[in-house]
DNA sequence: GGCACAAGCGGACGCGTTGTCCATTTATTC
DNA sequence: GAATAAATGGACAACGCGTCCGCTTGTGCC
């Protein structure tokens, strides 16, 4: 309990040399998940690439799903942050529908983006337990709630489904555009949400 | 050209050792993926199981995969006869949203009753280019159509994630029941097909 | 019934990935 | 610059995969 109280260090400070590996470590992740199918990335391949052994980057990173979870959290926070805060119709004031639209096309635009670490980062099924998608998962049932949805918690693991990567990719690959599945989205967003008309 | 006129017998007739093996192997691969996490299931365990050899089990599988997809295989069969030439709401001559949430709720309870093949089955994620997936889509599509839903290619994608092992086995996990996610299912089918009202 | 031959079998092998462990190196503090 | 703690990296054991090939067993024919 007095911890938290305590200070604002309860870590001593990252040594300088550990920094930089890390450093190190995400830019050669980076480079990798781009250039090759994502989720045949092993932790070999990233320490290779990084120039340190394997046991550095086991101390820091379990496997490699956290390391593309690492790098795409930075793009995440952008989002969520203009999902809080940010301007109508993704930040608070429009209607249910339209901001779960917007939602759609963003998350759209961010797929479309970071396609590769967000393979990677699914790489173990395991994107349901993530924090980001607890995120998500809290937007989009509050805005279900708005809008008198029954259901808003079924709902929105329901409407998040179209969303994970390997549903997208494969769409892509199908020959399907960014534009037609945005415009099918925003046309789900508003059905589900009773705005349809 | 001729082969196709030749005869009934391309193949030469299974071995009756061959057949038994066959037996064996896909009933301790049904007793595996019951008894633990089936996505953990290897193939040496289901030889070893099987008491088979590993060679044994190559011959006919490449991985364990398509064991449970094979397991799978006559379970849906069953489901996929109902839709095209059943009794409606599943099978034709009901409204394409009736029959559409009459699919989901079949769906959820094929999920339901055998989550566990399902599970291993989808291990690869690559469910989205199984046989059994292209019927999906197809079905789903055409009703799609019917109703005159635009972008029915890719609404049908987007309709069938919600149907994704995982995320119906982590609504499970969170606590919601069969019941609650058919409701929402069919609330989604009727608003996704304009049959709202 | 016995024989020849093809089909089927199974375990050993080589390979690549994982995760851990610990002796050594390196940064920081006084 | 000495003491201490943190960080490093590569060796190691375990594991799953997929293949290969000498041996066994079923089948059709005489």
Redesign the interface.
Known sequence: MDELLAGKEPRPRERADAARNRAKVLDAAAGLFASRDP?AVTMDDIAKAAGVGRGTLYRRYPDTTSIALALLDEHERGLQEKLLRGEPPLGPGAPPGERLAAFYEAMVDLLDAHIDLVLGA?AG?E???TGAYGFWRAHVRALLAEAN???P???A??LL??L?S??YA??RE?G?TSQ??K???R??AL??T?E?R
């Open positions: 989720r699914e099924g994107r349901l337990t949805v029954p259901e918690d079924v709902m693991d329901v489904a179209p994970a390997e549903v494969h769409q199908r399907q037609r599945i415009a099918a989205l046309r789900l059905a589900a009773g349809g």
